[in-house]
């Protein structure tokens, strides 16, 4: 009965903690955790302002005339970190699969909390 407990934790452990995890299921992971907010500032200003501008809501062509405050706004935390893991195909919206979902959860909560806030 232990032993049956103990291979059970460890297939589930193996399930979540590999790379074989459809994006919806990390997005959702990722929505689980708590970000800081000033890891998110730092990472955002390196890979997003570019496009996104320092308020999140450049509507320029480089963002396909979308405010992307905008978008945090109308949508989930799910919805909104999918977009990050997966990016949008064929724009220039590309994935942010490769950084660890705790550094996706502290710029969803940048984003979220204090440019769409
Ligand atoms: C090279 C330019 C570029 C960079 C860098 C970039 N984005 Fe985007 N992003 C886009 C474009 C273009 C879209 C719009 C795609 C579309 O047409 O739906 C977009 C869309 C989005 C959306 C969905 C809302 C919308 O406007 O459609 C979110 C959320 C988002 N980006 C967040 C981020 C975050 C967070 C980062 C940094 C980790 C980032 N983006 C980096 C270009 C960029």
Redesign the pocket.
Known sequence: MRTTLVLLSLSVLALTSCGSATPATRAQTIAALTGVAATGQT??MQ??V???GPA?DATTA???N???V???KANNAET?IG??VDG?PS????S?AA?SNQNLAD??AY?KNTLAK
């Open positions: 990472l955002y890979q997003c570019s496009c996104h999140g480089s963002t396909d979308k405010s992307m905008a978008y945090v909104v977009i990050l949008v724009t220039s919206m590309v942010f950084l710029l969803y984003v």
